[in-house]
């Protein structure tokens, strides 16, 4: 079946260090990928999105492109901040629900 | 403003009770999903509903069950036939499949049950 998965973490990076956050998927068909983020004790947010080959989603200073050659979608950002820190997923849609990765922790030090 | 509520946030259970998860959101939406997280799992669907009185299993649906009685609610019940239940539950909805934002999900907070 469809899946996808992520870089495991913790990743621990410096104030205004760049990030890379791997994903890669498995699907039938054309899915629409996700970054979701979770903020310590709150539920997910919809960070960025993207619904077809070679879309690059973007917010906040993050970006993900939809590569289909490679079935990726990696999660980058040149300067991370302290309150970037959080739990990141990746997720592709998969009839009429979203298959959901593993989760990436970012810790971000000052 | 328009969200989702869950709730109770914490709930402790004895082994052998079950338990009822509330969620609620005013956002219209048609669909409205249940996950659970565990540490190192990430998410897993327990139930999701595309439409009121009508809904269907996920990937992990033994020991649970939900009802959709109205379009605004989706109450989950953590049965005892649930092996191990301790975990941080999560709601979500979105808009039906076919219009826009569709799969775009909104989550509630979370609640945390924790079996004694």
């Known amino acids: 079946g469809d899946s996808v998965t992520q870089m495991e973490g913790p990743v621990t990076l410096s104030e205004e260090a760049c990030l890379t956050i791997n994903c890669t998927y498995t699907a039938t068909g054309y899915p629409s990928l996700f970054w979701y983020v979770q903020y310590p004790g709150e539920g997910l947010q919809l960070l960025l999105k993207?619904?077809?080959?070679?879309d690059k989603g973007s917010n906040k200073g993050f970006e993900a492109t939809y590569r289909k050659e490679t079935t990726s979608f990696h999660l980058e950002k040149g300067s991370v901040q302290v309150s970037d820190s959080a739990v990141y997923f990746c997720?592709?849609?998969?009839?009429?629900?979203?298959?959901f990765g593993q989760g990436t922790e970012l810790s971000v030090k000052p | 403003d328009g969200g989702i509520t869950q709730s109770p946030k914490y709930l402790f259970r004895k082994e052998g009770q079950n338990v009822t998860l509330s969620c609620e959101q005013n956002l219209n939406h048609d669909a409205m999903y249940w996950y659970r997280q565990d540490p190192g799992q990430g998410l897993r669907l327990i139930y999701y509903s595309q439409i009121v009185n009508d809904f269907q299993k996920g990937d992990i649906a033994e020991g649970y069950s939900v009802s959709r009685e109205k379009k605004e609610s989706f109450p989950l019940t953590v049965t005892s036939a649930q092996k191990n239940p301790t975990a941080f539950y999560l709601c979500?909805?979105?808009?039906?499949?076919?219009?826009?934002?569709?799969?775009?999900?909104?989550f509630g907070a979370g609640s945390r049950l924790t079996v004694l």
């Open positions: 993207a619904t077809k080959a070679d």
């Open positions: 979500a909805s979105s808009n039906r499949q076919g219009t826009s934002g569709a799969n775009v999900l909104t």
């Open positions: 997720a592709l849609t998969q009839g009429g629900k979203l298959i």
